[in-house]
């Protein structure tokens, strides 16, 4: 349980320190970083409760969501 709420929380705090940055100077490493942080947060999620459907949304909403940023950000 502590793997899971440590980890949870460094990701959620990487991608509130990116926010800023990225508010300032938006460019397409930030902009896939915020893509990618949240899909980190929903698979480790999936993965330490053992939730097998939430693997699965988490997966199919990081390909859509990093797709659909880096289309985006060219």
């Known amino acids: 349980m502590l793997l899971y709420f440590g980890g949870t929380s ?4 990487a991608c509130l320190i990116i ?4 508010a300032r100077r938006p460019t397409r490493k930030k902009a896939l970083s915020l893509a990618v942080l949240p ?3 929903f698979l480790l999620s999936g993965i ?3 939730h097998w459907l939430l693997i699965a949304a988490a997966a199919v909403f990081g390909a859509g969501h990093i797709n659909v940023t880096a289309q985006n950000n060219r």
Do not use: C, Q
């Not at 460094?10 to 705090?13: A, D, P, R, T, V």
């Open 10 to 13: 460094l990701l959620l705090l």
């Open 19 to 22: 926010w800023p940055f990225y």
């Open 39 to 41: 899909t980190a947060i």
């Open 48 to 50: 330490l409760l053992r």
